[in-house]
């Protein structure tokens, strides 16, 4: 996934996407690339430890209040 498109569906900048990219990336949470084809765009995929992270972690405070409401 691009990561203009990564900002768009969470209504964050593209620069401020970039700084947590960064962070997961220097974590080993994701991996970034640019296009072949297009080199202007950067491109996200998870890592298996992104992947193991996620499936992990405790369920978001928002997600619960909306189960519970």
């Known amino acids: 996934m691009s990561v ?3 900002a768009r569906n969470i209504s964050l900048s593209q620069s401020t ?3 947590i990219l ?4 220097k974590r080993s949470l994701v991996v970034r690339w640019r296009d ?3 080199r202007r765009r950067v491109l996200v995929r998870i890592t298996e430890d992104g992947l193991h992270l ?3 972690s405790p369920p ?3 997600e619960t ?3 519970q409401f």
């Open 4 to 6: 203009g498109k990564i």
């Open 17 to 19: 996407v970039t700084g």
């Open 54 to 56: 996620l499936e992990t």
């Open 22 to 25: 960064e962070r997961l990336e």
């Open 36 to 38: 072949n084809i297009d």
């Open 65 to 67: 209040f909306v189960e």
């Open 60 to 62: 978001l405070m928002q």
